[in-house]
């Protein structure tokens, strides 16, 4: 029996495109039949938000890929939750295993991002998973718990998060957890959240997957009791997203 949990499906497009292509893109999933029981959402680059904001359709979302955690001030380069929402853009994506292990963010930093984003009134899409060593040394729990810890330190209300699943190991690399890894880590975190947060949270919050997600092994990954969905890499900058988001059609 599937759940009630609305299934989600995130493109994140990171540092890719430029306004001829993903205005092409754009075109492709304004265009597309889409699952209307599937959430949409696409992750631009922050300069092209707003371009994305005003040519997507309003059935999609729009994400920003990362931001600090206050309103305004001297911060060079960054983006608040208020400028995002301001584009009209509705979520934002934390904790990226890019922004923990390029550059450098930690547990409490991206923590505090969670709570300021979620006060200004952003939905959250917020990323954890191992590393190759981390599993292979047999931590993947204790490691993926640690950063569930410090993200749900700072939520009240869950209503506005749903939590990726990204081993380290499978972004990028063409190596893809297999639909029961996916499941096995996905089933422990729903069993932290109703043991650590409440039983509520835990049947409702999406848990989705990322790490080389495509139209080849969506549906089998998508098939998982505890797999609410996905945060698509590479993949969503081609019209095969139009197959992920209609994974479960
Ligand atoms: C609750 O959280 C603690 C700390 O992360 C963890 O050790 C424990 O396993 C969690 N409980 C469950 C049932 O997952």
């Keep these: 029996i599937m759940s009630s949990r609305t299934f989600f499906v995130g493109g994140n497009w990171k540092m890719n495109g430029d306004k001829k292509s ?3 893109l754009i075109t492709t999933l304004n265009t597309a ?14 300069v092209y938000l707003d371009f994305a904001r005003s040519n997507l359709d309003a059935r999609i979302g729009v994400a920003a890929q990362n931001c600090y955690k206050v309103a305004k001030g001297a911060f060079t380069g960054e983006i608040s939750p208020v400028m995002i929402k301001d584009c009209g ?4 994506i934390l904790g990226h295993s890019e922004r923990r292990h390029v550059f450098g963010e930690s547990d409490e ?6 709570a300021h984003a ?3 009134g952003l939905g959250v899409i917020a990323c954890i998973g191992e590393k190759l060593e981390e599993r292979e040394a047999g931590t993947t729990e204790e490691v993926v ?31 893809t957890a297999s639909p029961e890894q996916a499941q096995e880590v996905h089933e422990k975190l729903r069993e932290w959240m109703k043991a650590n947060v ?52």
């Design 33 to 46: 039949s889409l699952n209307d029981e599937t959430e949409v959402v696409c992750g631009a680059p922050t």
């Design 89 to 92: 853009v509705e979520w934002v």
């Design 118 to 120: 979620l006060e200004s």
């Design 198 to 249: 409440s039983e509520a949270v835990a049947d409702s919050v999406r848990i989705i997957y990322g790490g080389s997600v495509t139209g080849a092994n969506c549906k089998e990954l998508g098939s998982q009791n505890d797999v609410d969905g996905f945060l698509v890499g590479g993949a969503s900058l081609k019209p095969e997203f139009v197959d992920i988001i209609n994974a479960r059609a």
């Design 145 to 175: 718990y640690a950063q569930t810890q410090a993200i749900a330190d700072n939520v009240k209300d869950w209503s506005k998060v749903v939590l990726a699943y990204e081993p380290v190991w499978a972004i990028g690399t063409g190596k």
């Design 109 to 114: 930093l991206i923590g505090q991002k969670v």
């Design 22 to 24: 993903l205005g092409d």
